[in-house]
């Protein structure tokens, strides 16, 4: 099962599918729902988009497994300014 539910039309619903950890968001979830929403906003037929959570949670939020795996490998942290400020948004670190 895919973790972002679309379904498109002039009322798009976007389902978050990740209720195993309460539909936190990673990086790669991140995108899918900006990707989702950016074509949404493209769509001249689309007037209502809804964002949803599958399960007993809306989001939880940044999933901080992920940004903790990378900051025990060395890498750079996920939610790390450089990844997210071409899309004008602002994540900061966990410590």
């Known amino acids: ?7 498109q039309g002039p009322i798009t619903r976007l389902t978050m599918n990740r209720p195993e ?3 936190a968001f990673s990086t790669a979830f991140g995108d899918q729902i900006l990707d989702a929403l950016t074509e ?4 001249p037929d689309c007037k209502v988009v809804i964002l949803r959570g599958n399960g007993r949670a809306f989001s939880s939020g940044d ?3 992920e940004g903790a795996r990378a900051r ?3 890498e750079e942290s996920p939610f790390s ?3 997210s400020e071409s899309y004008g948004v602002e994540r ?3 410590y």
């Open 21 to 23: 950890v309460l539909n």
């Open 1 to 7: 099962m895919p973790d972002l539910i679309v379904d």
């Open 63 to 65: 999933d901080i497994k």
């Open 81 to 83: 300014i450089i990844h």
């Open 92 to 94: 900061y670190p966990y």
């Open 72 to 74: 025990a490998a060395g």
């Open 40 to 43: 949404a906003g493209r769509d």
